[in-house]
């Protein structure tokens, strides 16, 4: 009965480098989506897949961010060139179904120096 | 575009208080609404979720209602307990579901 997971749980980085970002959704859950809290800022989506179709990646704030999900399986989150304002906690979610419960993991906080 | 806002920021009350959390929207056009809580290092727990067609749900000591005519929702808590102590978000379902978020309320509950 695991939850939605993500790893790592923080990350440090220098400005300049890339980081990736990981997510495993609960089995079985079709829809998976990013999002990101800046401190003092209310979380703000970035990016959604769901099934096999074409992702909505309306809310990337750049074009430095991507995401890749294979099938229903785990995605990842790739940040290029990060800078300080990239600085945050990033959190996955996934639902069974669009419009449905979305479940939250635990978030990576990312700190770029 | 969306905008969330949620009042009161922050709220202290006393153990055994009733207490309601404000959550307004600018988009009557919503899929539906979600009520989450967030504690400090952890990610959000979902508490309720209102489809669009519905007016109200239920959990437990929680009651979340939804106005859409009115771009409303409030979250009722009954005989809060200190284990309350949270940030409550809410957060509105648009297309896609992609959800937009309010600030949170901090809400503590003193023994």
């Known amino acids: 009965g695991a939850g939605v997971s993500q790893s790592p749980s923080n990350k440090v980085t220098e400005k300049g480098k890339d980081v990736e970002l990981r997510c495993d959704p609960i089995?079985?859950?079709?829809?998976l989506y990013w999002y990101r809290q800046r401190l003092g800022q209310g979380l703000e989506f970035l990016i959604y897949f769901q099934g096999n179709s074409a992702p909505d990646k309306s809310g990337l704030p750049s074009d430095r961010f991507s995401a890749e999900r294979t099938g229903e399986s785990v995605s990842t989150l790739t940040i290029q060139r990060t800078q300080q304002e990239d600085s945050a906690v990033y959190l996955c979610a996934s639902s069974l179904d669009p419009g449905i419960t979305q479940y939250f993991g635990p978030g990576t906080r990312l700190t770029v120096l | 575009k969306q905008e969330v806002t949620q009042i009161p920021a922050a709220l202290s009350v006393p153990e055994g208080e009733n207490l309601v959390l404000n959550c307004s929207f600018t988009?009557?056009?919503?899929?539906?609404l979600q009520w989450f809580r967030q504690d400090p290092g952890k990610g959000l727990t979902s508490l309720l979720l209102?489809?669009?067609?519905?007016r109200e749900q239920t959990s437990g000591r929680l009651n979340a209602s939804l106005d859409k005519s009115s771009g409303r929702s409030t979250l009722y808590i009954a005989a809060s307990q200190p284990g309350d102590s949270a940030t409550y978000l809410c957060?509105?379902?648009?297309?896609?579901?992609?959800?937009?978020f309010g600030k949170g309320t901090l809400l503590t509950v003193n023994p």
């Open positions: 209102i489809q669009s067609s519905q």
């Open positions: 988009d009557s056009a919503i899929y539906n």
């Open positions: 957060a509105i379902g648009g297309s896609n579901y992609k959800l937009t």
């Open positions: 089995s079985g859950h079709t829809a």
